[in-house]
């Protein structure tokens, strides 16, 4: 999205209102659950990063970092202004969202450093297509090789 000729300014102020209302909708239903993150949260985690690259494509960029120099180049367009602050504000609203879910959901980061080894009896939240279950560590531990994934994304 290299042009800055009149007008251009237009998809850049969609792709940014695109990418905060469907970010909303997906914060809306993570504040909602009184017990952090179910199928819909995970679910909806997950959606996130789809948007980010959904909005990437429409501007032709390929991080954050260059949809933020896109913005700058705008931004004495009011337009663009007012949709990259409300995008920034969700993004903040998001990230402390996702660390009060982290924080209600486990204790891993305060039991756990560099290089320790997990208990068996830690339980496990086990995404499939099929939907989410608890599992014990050691319920699955007992397969040949094993690799647990600790994710944990902030916009």
């Known amino acids: 999205m290299a042009s800055?000729?009149?007008g251009s300014e237009v998809p850049l102020k969609e792709a940014l209102e695109d990418l905060t209302t469907a970010l909303k909708a997906i914060l809306l239903q993570?504040?909602?659950q009184n017990e952090g993150v179910d199928t819909v949260g995970v679910k909806g985690c997950g959606a996130a990063i789809g948007l980010y690259?959904?909005?990437?494509e429409k501007l032709?960029?390929?991080n954050r970092a260059e949809v933020e120099?896109?913005?700058?180049k705008f931004y004495?367009?009011?337009?663009?202004?007012e949709s990259f602050d409300e995008l920034l504000?969700?993004?903040d609203e998001w990230n402390t969202c996702l660390k009060t879910l982290d924080n209600s959901r486990s204790s891993l980061e305060k039991c756990l450093d560099v290089g320790d080894c997990l208990s068996q009896e830690i339980k496990l939240l086990q995404v499939s297509c099929e939907g989410l279950s608890e599992v014990l560590l050691s319920e699955i531990s007992k397969?040949?090789?094993l690799l647990v994934v600790l994710l944990r994304h902030y916009a």
């Open 4 to 6: 800055t000729s009149p």
């Open 30 to 32: 993570l504040k909602a």
């Open 53 to 56: 690259r959904d909005c990437f």
């Open 60 to 62: 032709a960029v390929s």
């Open 69 to 72: 120099n896109e913005a700058r």
């Open 76 to 81: 004495k367009h009011n337009i663009v202004r």
């Open 89 to 91: 504000q969700v993004e």
């Open 143 to 145: 397969e040949r090789s």
